[in-house]
């Protein structure tokens, strides 16, 4: 039963929508299939190794990652100290920070030459080694991500937890393990499975962590493998291959994980903690916080500290640096409208659709990327434009932008559809009462309360679209680069303080626009009611 008047307008054009990017998918897939089947070539990548390694990286991530996470949700839920909605805000911005960015902050960090190196010759005369090449150093980089990213997640469900049972559960003199079995665990349970099943697809799909920190072939996953056999001996037939295997796997993920709880994304200020463990627990959750604070701030504060030092001014003084700059500003800004045009219309459409089999229907397409990762978008259309003949300069620029909005999707339909359902839910029998159109219920109603989530919406595909390489891989050029392809090129070329100076830059850009424009959106919106 519609709790909202029935909008035949937003579900038309939401099923225009959902039904163009499934086409768009299924092209992007019969590009690959078509290629696969018509190589002649024999291949030699070894499929099963590839699929061996990104498997027991993907699952060690995901194991990892849950541990970390959890633990550092807990402490954040227990202690409350000045500066703790900040501390809260950095780790919830982990899921916008640059995977390149971290990466080269770990090798700034325990790099031949790293900080950690250089402190230990001097103490002891000796280096520590290099951890962070290897398998060693991707699943850092990745715990370090997607860490914080199941953190936020699990303190927004701690946070849930009823104010009335944390009392009862003080009264009673809960001990902390008695705590987590009898209030924490049954508001967590329904949501680990469901973030352990996303981390899984984000480590699996990981480019450029692995590309910069792989080490060799040894180390490779299927997404650098793609590329490798794409830009390095441009072999078709086995990328394909990989191609192909890589969607299956994600696709199975994807089914699976269907049947989960849905993850809402929160990005808002955390409940300030009520309950006070004994003082043994809350020395460790000090531990666990500190640790996790420093190992998540120490990489970005290196980046910081190495980009922005003498090297900065002779790259700014390159043109090559500000067409680069313009690229990624132009293609971020076109890659955000288009994700919260795609968003708002899929959103508000299954919000007018009821909760038939339509609803489904029109969520699927949005979750297409998760199933068809960067790298393999890449390569589907890649394949397409060369198929249809079309320079392949002249359709980089379109395919970027699509391709970073297929990216970012995901997320933006899971920041916009819960609160238009709390709104359908709480205002929708007085938008029925009213008798307001569509635009008006939009424009007085909906937007108002959806300033900051669009905000987010916004700064998210951004920040995705600012620090991807995955899409952009393929397409490349000497003429049209992004930053973090002119970061990836420096890298290449040994040139490290440039590549420094640029990762400085991607990471400041990053956490200015998404710290801005989430509060100059709720503002406006605020201005607007």
């Known amino acids: ?63 990892l990652s849950l541990l970390v996470g959890g633990a550092l949700a807990w402490a954040l839920n227990r202690l409350r100290f000045p500066g703790r909605d900040f501390v809260v805000a950095l780790f919830a911005s982990a899921i916008v920070t640059p995977g390149m960015v971290v990466a080269f ?26 951890p962070a090449f290897g398998l060693s150093g991707i699943l850092l980089a990745h715990v370090v991500l997607d860490g914080a990213f199941a953190a936020r997640i699990m303190l927004a469900r701690l946070d849930a937890i009823p104010e009335a049972r944390l009392k009862i559960g003080q009264s009673l003199g809960l001990s902390p393990w008695q705590r987590f079995l009898l209030l924490d665990w049954p508001a967590l349970r329904g949501t680990v499975p469901g973030v352990g099943a996303i981390i899984f697809l984000l480590a699996f799909t990981s480019f ?49 994980a269907s049947a989960l709880a849905p993850i809402p994304a929160n990005f808002g200020s955390s409940r300030p903690p009520v309950w006070q463990d004994a003082r043994s627990a809350r020395l460790l959750q000090w531990l666990v916080l500190a640790i996790c604070f420093v190992g998540f701030l120490l990489p970005l504060l290196s980046v910081l500290v190495d980009g922005l030092g003498a090297g900065i001014g002779a790259v700014v003084a390159r043109p090559a640096f500000w067409w680069a700059a313009l690229s990624s500003l132009v293609i971020g800004s076109a890659s955000a409208l288009l994700t919260l045009g795609l968003a708002l219309a899929l959103a508000l459409g299954r919000g007018a659709s009821g909760r038939g089999p339509m609803r489904t229907l029109l969520g699927v397409p949005a979750f297409a990327y998760l199933a068809v990762p960067a790298v393999v ?35 933006a339909m899971a920041t916009l559809g819960p609160p238009l359902e709390a709104i359908a839910r709480s205002r929708g029998k007085l938008i029925r009462s009213l008798g307001l159109s569509g635009w008006q219920q939009f424009a007085l109603v909906e937007y108002p309360l959806l300033g900051r989530d669009i905000g987010v919406t916004l700064a998210l595909s951004f920040c995705f679209s600012l620090g991807d390489l995955g899409v952009i891989a393929l397409f490349g050029t000497q003429d049209f680069q992004t930053l973090p392809l002119m970061m990836f090129r420096a890298l290449g070329s040994y040139r ?26 709720e503002r406006t919106a605020n201005a607007a009611r």
């Open 1 to 63: 039963m519609l709790t909202l008047p029935h909008r035949p307008l937003r579900v038309a054009a939401a099923c225009t929508l959902a039904a163009a990017v499934a086409t768009l998918i299924a092209l992007v897939l019969w590009s690959i299939l078509a290629a696969a089947t018509q190589g002649s070539a024999g291949s030699r990548v070894d499929v099963l190794h590839l699929l061996r390694m990104t498997a027991l990286q993907a699952g060690l991530t995901t194991i």
């Open 105 to 130: 902050g770990l090798l700034s960090l325990w790099g031949r030459n790293g900080w950690i190196n250089q402190l230990s010759e001097w103490l002891f005369g000796t280096a520590l080694g290099n």
């Open 208 to 256: 450029p962590i692995v590309l910069m920190l792989g080490g060799g072939p040894a180390n490779q996953t299927l997404e650098v493998a793609i590329y490798a056999a794409v830009r390095q001996d441009f072999g078709l037939v086995g990328a394909v291959n990989l191609a192909a295997t890589q969607i299956a796997v994600c696709s199975l993920v994807i089914l699976a």
């Open 377 to 411: 978008l890449s390569l589907g259309f890649f394949l397409l434009v060369r198929r249809l003949g079309l320079p392949t300069e002249m359709a980089a620029p379109f395919v970027v932008v699509l391709g970073n909005s297929l990216l970012a999707l995901p997320f």
């Open 496 to 521: 490290g303080n440039d590549a420094a100076a640029i990762a400085a830059i991607l990471l400041l850009g990053t956490i200015i626009v998404f710290v801005g424009l989430p509060k100059l959106l």
